[in-house]
C-alpha cells in the first residue's frame, strides 16, 4: 500500500524567509510524485510532476526536487500570496490512482 | 479552457434527503475521480471512471453513495440517505489518460449534513 507522509503539518515564515517542506514516501515502483498547491475554499491546483530521482522542477519561487524516498518544496524568498496548503502526493506502479499526504499549511507573514 | 465544473459549490440539506452532485469534466480528459475532503481524513478518493466506466469505487463509504458518469462530458455523486457524517468538501477532478496522469480538481461543493 502506497504511504505519503508530510513534514511538517504546519509552517509559519516571515516574507523572504526561505525554507523546505517534506514529503516522504513509500511505493513499490514511483510512477509519479505530484505535488499540489490548495487555497482555502478551493480545489487543489496542480504545481509540479516528478518522476525519478534526481529530477527537479522549478516555478516562480518553488522547486521542488526528488530523491528515492523523498520529495522537497523549496520555497525561495516566500511572499504572503505564498500562503496555502501544499500537498503532495504519489503514484506507484501497482496503483491506478494517487494517495494524498495530509498536506503542510504554510503561512508567510508580511 | 474552462476547467473541472462543480455544481452546486454549496449544498445545505437535512439528514436523510437525497444530494445529488454534478460534475463536467474538462474536455478531452478520459478519466473522471470523486474524492472527499475533511479536516480529520485529507483527501480520499472515493470513485474513479475511465472512459466513462467505473474503475475502482473501493473508496465509497457505503451503500448510500453512488456515482454515474453517462457520458465523457457528466457525472454525478448521490448520496441517498444523506447522514450528518457525510459533511465534507465533495471534489472532482479529470486527466487525460488516467493511467498517472496529471489531475485537475474543480472548485468542490462545500456539503452540509444537518
Known amino acids: 500500500e502506497d504511504q505519503v507522509t508530510q513534514s511538517p503539518e504546519a509552517l509559519r515564515l516571515q516574507e523572504g524567509e526561505s525554507s523546505s517542506l517534506n514529503c516522504s514516501y513509500t511505493?513499490?515502483?514511483?510512477?509519479?510524485l505530484f505535488w499540489y498547491r490548495q487555497d482555502p475554499g478551493k480545489g487543489p491546483e496542480f504545481l509540479f510532476t516528478?518522476?525519478?530521482a534526481g529530477e527537479e522542477k522549478e516555478k516562480e519561487r518553488l522547486k521542488a526536487t526528488l530523491t528515492k524516498k523523498e520529495s522537497f518544496l523549496h520555497i525561495t524568498a516566500p511572499k504572503p500570496e505564498d500562503s496555502a496548503t501544499y500537498l503532495c502526493?504519489?503514484?506507484?506502479?501497482?496503483?491506478?490512482?494517487?494517495?494524498f499526504g495530509s498536506g503542510t499549511q504554510l503561512t508567510v507573514l508580511p | 479552457d474552462a476547467g473541472v465544473i462543480q455544481s452546486p459549490r454549496h449544498e445545505v440539506t437535512e439528514m436523510g434527503q437525497e444530494v445529488t452532485l454534478r460534475c463536467k469534466p474538462i474536455?478531452?480528459?478520459?478519466?473522471l475521480f470523486w474524492y472527499r475532503q475533511t479536516m480529520m481524513r485529507g483527501l480520499e478518493l472515493l470513485i474513479y471512471?475511465?472512459?466513462?466506466?467505473?474503475?475502482?469505487d473501493s473508496g465509497m463509504p457505503e451503500d448510500r453513495f453512488s456515482a454515474k458518469m453517462p457520458n465523457a462530458s457528466f457525472s454525478t455523486l448521490k448520496i441517498q440517505p444523506s447522514e450528518p457524517r457525510d459533511s465534507a468538501v465533495y471534489f472532482c477532478?479529470?486527466?487525460?489518460?488516467?493511467?498517472?496522469?496529471?489531475?485537475?480538481f474543480g472548485p468542490g461543493t462545500r456539503l452540509t449534513v444537518l
Open positions: 511505493v513499490s515502483g514511483l510512477r509519479g
Open positions: 516528478l518522476y525519478s
Open positions: 474536455s478531452g480528459h478520459n478519466s
Open positions: 471512471f475511465n472512459n466513462n466506466v467505473p474503475i475502482d
Open positions: 477532478a479529470s486527466s487525460l489518460t488516467g493511467e498517472g496522469d496529471t489531475q485537475y
Open positions: 502526493a504519489v503514484r506507484g506502479g501497482s496503483a491506478r490512482q494517487l494517495t
